[in-house]
């Protein structure tokens, strides 16, 4: 079995250095289909974070009655997280640090600065930002729970209502672009693995010849399909080391370049923190799919 | 050992390759299957090996039915059987050691074994000079030559032999009968099959004429008569 076994790893490496021209080009599409599934799994990544930046940006506010204690709207605060295990964030803004927030942010505004000294005191309403981790649904739930009654005394108004219609975009546009991306990465890895069945057809096809003739002299099937089926798994290894090497060495080069794009983005530290998952996409593709081509292609051939 | 029974083979639509066919070729034999080209007699040859199916009839090899063996079965028949044949079938991808060690490796043998019987058998044959080259740069002669040798190595209980001289000239042809007729005082079962009038009658042995897919003459130490 050992023997048989070595024999056919023989054969295998010795018809992939026989045929170096057309191993080379299966290894080559091998390697662009392979890279494409990556690059997919890179995209998914940037927009999951572009999705995330977006959403992060989504809030509603409570707004207080100016008269409301802090202690009071702490209690509130408590309360309203115990009620929803849906909310990621909750700040409370006192009513100096929304002055402090405007000025700031309005700092050399000549219009904004003399209608706060029209007003003469402070304008701004003590508040709570709330984020959840989830959709519209959440945000309209936490609403309900602010302006129940037991609240309504301290309450001046919550913005939901006024947010509604757009964290309604927001969310359709990001779960569409969510769609679009599955789509378009299942027809492009269709089209992949099209690709390279049908390179690796060609390898095979050029034995058609040789594995009728091993027919013909009395071999198995699993002593013809083998060195097949190992060449396969030689075209995944190789495509794999070179894809590996490619990306290393494009994550490295784009890495500061997508960081200026999207700031808190770093495409190498995403490289990182999903190695394991870029090994086994880009080594299962080749391999898996180097293996299941040859089998294919060798088992119409065998029927002689 | 081989025995067909009312074999006939037909090719969609109607083409009828061979009709109603029954004869047998007992151990040992000597057997040449002549006949014009078209005549029917690759058929035969091609139903010995499983490479096609009758249409009707049964082909019996050593008490199993051809037909309704399943591919190990048929795998293992095959490996009891050498070819030769006109076009040589050789492995296009493998050193002329490699076609020969081929044949060997499939019947389990030993490393041991086959790095001793492959260079001794390619050296009797005349291809001791040229055990890493590849099968395109052999010329005819020597192509065929390693054809036989492939044949041979496992010693199988029959050589078939399909137009072993079609593309060989006077001196190969001699080499390559004479080769076939030395394997058959071994004890081994030859089937020629052949259209070479000369060679038939040298051989002086049993010969099947086949005309129009059929059977017309079955003679010991017959000739070529068509």
Same mark, same amino acid.
């Given at each position: 079995?050992?023997?048989?076994?070595?024999?056919?790893?023989?054969?295998?490496?010795?018809?992939?250095?026989?045929?170096?021209?057309?191993?080379?080009?299966?290894?080559?599409?091998?390697?662009?289909?392979?890279?494409?599934?990556?690059?997919?799994? *890179?995209?998914?990544? +940037? @927009?999951?974070?572009?999705?995330?930046?977006?959403?992060?940006?989504?809030?509603?506010?409570?707004?207080?009655?100016?008269?409301?204690?802090?202690?009071?709207?702490?209690?509130?605060?408590? $309360?309203?997280?115990?009620?929803?295990?849906?909310?990621?964030?909750?700040?409370?803004?006192?009513?100096?640090?929304?002055?402090?927030?405007?000025?700031?942010?309005?700092?050399?505004?000549?219009?904004?600065?003399?209608?706060? %000294?029209?007003?003469?005191?402070?304008?701004? #309403? &003590?508040?709570?930002?709330?984020?959840?981790?989830?959709?519209?649904?959440?945000?309209?739930?936490?609403?309900? +729970?602010?302006?129940? @009654?037991?609240?309504?005394?301290?309450?001046?108004?919550?913005? *939901?209502?006024?947010?509604?219609?757009?964290?309604?975009?927001?969310?359709?546009?990001?779960?569409?672009?969510?769609?679009?991306?599955?789509?378009?990465?299942?027809?492009?890895?269709?089209?992949?693995?099209?690709?390279?069945?049908?390179?690796?057809?060609?390898?095979?096809?050029?034995?058609?010849? $040789?594995?009728?003739?091993?027919?013909?002299?009395?071999?198995?099937?699993?002593?013809?399909?083998?060195?097949?089926?190992?060449?396969?798994?030689?075209?995944?290894?190789?495509?794999?080391?070179?894809?590996?090497?490619?990306?290393?060495?494009?994550?490295?080069?784009?890495?500061?370049?997508?960081?200026?794009?999207? &700031?808190?983005?770093?495409?190498?530290?995403?490289?990182?923190?999903?190695?394991?998952?870029?090994?086994?996409?880009?080594?299962?593709?080749?391999?898996?799919?180097?293996?299941?081509? @040859?089998?294919?292609?060798?088992?119409?051939?065998?029927?002689? | 050992?081989?025995?067909?029974?009312?074999?006939?083979?037909?090719?969609?639509?109607?083409?009828?390759? #061979?009709?109603?066919?029954?004869?047998?070729?007992? !151990?040992?034999?000597?057997?040449?299957?002549?006949?014009? =080209?078209?005549?029917?007699?690759?058929?035969?040859?091609?139903?010995? #090996?499983?490479?096609?199916?009758?249409?009707?009839?049964?082909?019996?090899?050593?008490?199993?039915?051809?037909?309704?063996?399943? =591919?190990?079965?048929?795998?293992?028949?095959?490996?009891?059987?050498?070819?030769?044949?006109?076009?040589?079938?050789? #492995?296009?991808?493998?050193?002329?050691?490699?076609?020969?060690?081929?044949?060997?490796?499939? $019947?389990?043998?030993?490393?041991?074994? %086959?790095?001793?019987?492959? &260079?001794?058998?390619?050296?009797?044959?005349?291809?001791?000079?040229?055990?890493?080259?590849?099968?395109? !740069?052999? @010329?005819?002669?020597?192509?065929?030559?390693?054809?036989?040798?492939?044949?041979?190595?496992?010693?199988?209980?029959?050589?078939?032999?399909?137009?072993?001289?079609?593309?060989?000239?006077?001196?190969?042809?001699?080499?390559?009968?004479?080769?076939?007729?030395? +394997?058959?005082?071994?004890?081994?079962?030859?089937?020629? =099959?052949?259209?070479?009038?000369?060679?038939?009658?040298?051989?002086?042995?049993?010969?099947?004429?086949?005309?129009?897919?059929?059977?017309?003459?079955?003679?010991?130490?017959?000739?070529?008569?068509?």
């Amino acid at each position: 079995m050992l023997t048989n076994f070595k024999r056919v790893l023989r054969f295998a490496f010795a018809d992939f250095y026989r045929n170096k021209g057309i191993s080379i080009a299966a290894i080559f599409v091998l390697v662009i289909t392979t890279l494409l599934i990556t690059g997919l799994f *890179f995209m998914q990544g +940037i @927009s999951d974070f572009i999705i995330l930046q977006v959403k992060d940006k989504i809030d509603i506010t409570a707004y207080f009655k100016s008269d409301t204690q802090e202690q009071d709207i702490l209690i509130i605060k408590d $309360e309203i997280l115990k009620a929803s295990p849906d909310i990621k964030n909750i700040e409370y803004v006192s009513q100096e640090d929304a002055l402090n927030d405007f000025t700031e942010k309005h700092k050399g505004n000549t219009v904004f600065s003399k209608a706060l %000294i029209e007003v003469g005191n402070n304008p701004f #309403l &003590p508040s709570l930002n709330i984020t959840t981790t989830g959709d519209t649904l959440q945000y309209e739930n936490i609403s309900n +729970i602010i302006q129940q @009654s037991r609240f309504s005394d301290f309450i001046e108004k919550v913005d *939901f209502s006024q947010k509604k219609d757009t964290i309604e975009k927001i969310f359709s546009i990001t779960k569409n672009i969510s769609r679009f991306g599955l789509g378009l990465a299942i027809i492009l890895i269709l089209v992949a693995v099209l690709v390279v069945f049908n390179t690796l057809k060609l390898v095979v096809d050029k034995s058609k010849e $040789e594995i009728s003739t091993m027919r013909i002299v009395g071999a198995s099937s699993w002593f013809v399909r083998a060195p097949f089926i190992f060449q396969g798994v030689i075209f995944g290894c190789i495509s794999f080391v070179v894809c590996f090497l490619v990306t290393i060495l494009l994550s490295y080069l784009l890495s500061s370049g997508l960081s200026v794009i999207m &700031p808190g983005f770093s495409l190498s530290n995403y490289f990182a923190s999903n190695l394991f998952a870029i090994i086994l996409i880009q080594l299962g593709f080749g391999v898996i799919i180097g293996v299941v081509s @040859s089998f294919i292609v060798v088992n119409k051939y065998l029927k002689v | 050992m081989i025995k067909f029974k009312n074999v006939t083979k037909i090719y969609p639509p109607n083409s009828v390759v #061979l009709e109603d066919i029954s004869f047998e070729i007992k !151990e040992g034999e000597f057997i040449s299957i002549v006949g014009k =080209s078209g005549a029917g007699k690759t058929t035969l040859i091609r139903i010995i #090996l499983g490479l096609e199916k009758a249409t009707y009839g049964e082909v019996f090899f050593d008490g199993q039915n051809i037909s309704a063996i399943d =591919s190990d079965g048929l795998q293992k028949i095959r490996r009891r059987i050498g070819g030769i044949y006109q076009d040589y079938k050789l #492995l296009p991808l493998k050193t002329v050691y490699e076609n020969v060690s081929y044949i060997m490796a499939i $019947e389990g043998k030993d490393n041991e074994e %086959i790095k001793k019987e492959v &260079p001794r058998i390619l050296e009797v044959i005349g291809l001791g000079e040229k055990i890493n080259n590849f099968p395109r !740069e052999l @010329s005819g002669g020597e192509q065929q030559r390693l054809a036989v040798a492939r044949a041979f190595v496992n010693h199988p209980d029959i050589i078939i032999a399909d137009e072993p001289t079609g593309n060989l000239d006077p001196y190969n042809t001699y080499e390559v009968i004479s080769l076939l007729e030395k +394997i058959n005082k071994a004890g081994k079962t030859v089937i020629l =099959s052949t259209h070479d009038r000369e060679i038939i009658n040298k051989l002086g042995k049993r010969v099947v004429t086949i005309e129009n897919g059929k059977i017309i003459r079955d003679e010991e130490k017959g000739r070529f008569i068509i």
